[in-house]
Each structure stands twice: as structure tokens, then as C-alpha cells.
């Protein structure tokens, strides 16, 4: 080991307090460190290759190495390195949102820049909130959402969040959210207490929640649904047929903004620019960020509905809210220059085409008795791990943290493969590739997969 790295890892030990992490599993070994990335590829500080299987964060669509899209920052760094979107422009922010709205579903042609998915969801919630009021209905300020959702951090997001085990420490939170079921048909027999039910059955049955919760509250009282167009936490629940077309019907019933939270769901990880697209729906607001950039510069945004802005047109009206690196110059001249590379290279097309040969390559998993469920859309797939098949009984807490934390996160990383072992709801295996992914990376993801998976069976 060359000094110089030597270095860098010791100012990770002694300096950096990471994200969502137990230090305590660092005191004995050094913190993993990448260096640098290549197309589906990542490199730690020693040279060793991984492939990247959760594209950062559900991030890279485009892939690592890309030098247009830093060509692209540095450009606009010279030009005009920042200025704030407070009663002002900038060309990038208003090219960037012109082309974001002509992509939207529906009317929603107004784009409110972030810096990041959960200070998009906090947006989605204040604007819901305030555009409630200027119309004359003062009550409705509460939202709905899923159970074991992920939402975002910040006080309001976190509040939205369905993860019990990441709230406690944070309250008392932002109060008015309420939960429902959600759309996990793997579980639908212990979520309903109704056996056997299709998933067109249990699709209704789960947005029908949302409206008996709404009924419940008070109409009145409500402002929004927040849901995911496939469910991150818990692993990847994609919506039955004819959840959201429900969700929207009852929507509409009882004057609540639909949200899509589509931080990890938009530009192109399922195949479509927008998440709900794929499933045929119009929300009155999505939110949206990582891939938006594929991760070469934070950004973020809410998109709204058409109506949703007209109350702030007239008078002294404004919506009191923003984020001083909200469209920046630079994250949004290099979203632009994403979304170039997202139509010269049909990304959209070639993640369609691909989709059900990478579910294939999972669905081949089903074998291994460890594997109870595969789902997923696009390239976001998920990997339900069990104790027994026949029955779908889970791992208990403490099966769960040795078969996790104590071997699969570091034996599949240590195999190669960059890729998210989850226990915020049942135990599971999340994989979100780059979209320039192909047939070589699945093969290698599913190869892994199945000798990790395999050794990890054997040790229970």
C-alpha cells in the first residue's frame, strides 16, 4: 500500500461519519473505498474490479467514466458557476425544466428544483399544505402512505417514511401521516387475513385502504397519497394490476393529491422517462432526483400539476420555500447533457428490450431454497430471501442480522458484486444495475448470486 492511500483510508477511519452505517463493524478493518468507475464497473483503492449492481444508489443509469457529462459541469462552471433561483433564472434551469415538462405525464408543467429526493418529497408535502389553504380547504394537511416505504431524512419526509425502526430516534416527527398496507402480493395472505387472493384482488384490496384511511381521518383533513410507482423498502414491490388506476379514481374522489415518488423510479430505471408512465397513471406530482443526473451532480425536483400552480399567480401569493442549491447551474447543465445521452442511445429502448432477460437470469434463482420471491420492473429487482419455501416463514431478528449483516453484504462484495442486502422489512437482495447493463452483467450478476446464495444456505 502506497502512502498516499494509506492516508486516505486513515482519514476515512479518523474523519468521515458515513451514512446510514454501524462504525463499530470498521474498528478492525478498513472503511471500503472506491476510487473510480468505468461503464457498470467500480474500482476500490487496492484496483479491485466490482460491478456496480445498485448503480451507486439507483443512480449511474448512464454508467461510470462518462466524460461528456463532466465535460459538461466544467463547461458551465466556467460560464456561470452558481446563482440561486430566488426570483431569479438561469438558461440551464429554465432549458432543464422545459424539457422535464414536455416528458411528464399529463399537465404537470411545473418544475421546483431541489437538491436532492427527500428535499423534493418535503416540497411535495409543503406545497400540498399551502395549496390547500389558497383554495380555501385549511384542514386538509394530512398524507398517506405505505407501510415500510422509504421517503427521505429530512423532518417532514422521515415523518411520510413507513420504517418505524428509522423514525423512533427522530421523534417527536411532523405530525399527520398515516399508514396503509402495501403492495406486496408475496405477503398478501398475512397483510389481509384473506387467503388466496389474485393479484388483481389484492390490488384493489390495498388501494381501498387508502381510501377507508382517508374516510377514516376525514376527507377534509387530507392532502396527499405518497406512493412509490415500485415500492423501494421491503425489496421492490411492484403495484398488482389496477392498483393505481384505483388510487387514482379514489384520488379524485375525495379532492387528494396523488404523489409519485419516483426519486429511484424516474429516468428510465424501469424503462420509462417517468415511473408511472409504466403503469399508466397521471399523478398531480411526482418526485423526482438521483438519476436525473446519474449521480454526476446532485439535483433534485417536484414537478406539479398545471392547477396546482395557479393560486400562486395572483397577488402577493408565494410559496415560501426553497433550497440555495436548488438548480444549480452545473447540476443542471449536466442533467441536460444526461438526457442527451438518454436519447442518442436509447437507454429507455434498450432497458425495454433487456427487462425480461434479467428477470429470467433472477427468476433462474428460484431454485436455491434460500429464494422465495423474485420482483421487480425494469432494472430494479429484488430478491426475497426465506427459511422455508413451502411455508414463506422469514428469519427471525436474529437469523437476520447474521445472515446480512454477519455474511451476505460482505461475501457478495468481496465476490465482486456491489449490490444491497436489506432487512427493513423481510430479508432481501436489491439489485439496480446502470442502464447501459446487458446480458455480460446479468450473466455475472447471477452467477455470484447463485454461489454467495448458495454458501449462505449452507451456513444456516
Known sequence: ???????????AQDHLWLHFTRHSAYEQSEIPTIVRGEGSYVYDIHGKRYLDGLAGLFVVQVGHGRQELAEAAAKQAQELAFFPLWSYAHPKAAELAERLAAQTPGELNRVFFTTGGGEAV????????????????PLKHKVISRQIAYH????????ITGIPAFKQMFEPLVPGSVRVPNTNHYRADEITGVPGMTPEEY????????????????????AAVFAEPVQNAGGCFPPPPGYFQRLREICDEYDVLLVSDEVIC??????????????DYVPDIITCAKGMTSGYSPIGAMIAHERLFEPFKD??????HGYTFGGHPVSAAV?????????????????????????????????????????????????????DK?????????ESERLLRGFLSKALFDAGLYCRADDRGDPVIQLAPPLIAGPQEFEEIGSILRGVLTEAWARI
Open 390 to 398: 413451502a411455508t414463506k416463514e422469514t428469519f427471525d431478528a436474529a
Open 335 to 387: 442533467a441536460l447533457a444526461n438526457l442527451d445521452i438518454f436519447e442518442r442511445e436509447d437507454l429507455l429502448g434498450h432497458v425495454t428490450r433487456n427487462e425480461p432477460l434479467f428477470r429470467q437470469t433472477l427468476d433462474d434463482l428460484r431454485d436455491l431454497p434460500i429464494v422465495g420471491d423474485v420482483r421487480g420492473s425494469g432494472y430494479f429487482w429484488g430478491i426475497e430471501l426465506v427459511k
Open 266 to 279: 424516474a429516468f428510465g430505471r424501469l424503462g420509462t422517462m417517468f415511473g408511472g408512465q409504466k403503469f
Open 152 to 159: 427521505g431524512t429530512p423532518q417532514g419526509a422521515l415523518s
Open 203 to 222: 390490488g384493489i384490496w390495498a388501494a381501498d385502504r387508502v381510501a377507508r384511511a382517508i374516510e377514516m381521518e376525514g376527507p377534509d383533513t387530507v
Open 122 to 137: 418535503e416540497t411535495a408535502w409543503k406545497l400540498a399544505k399551502q395549496y390547500y389553504k389558497l383554495v380555501g380547504k
Open 1 to 11: 500500500m502506497t502512502q498516499p492511500e494509506h492516508d486516505v483510508l486513515k482519514a
Open 315 to 320: 397577488g402577493d401569493t408565494m410559496f415560501a
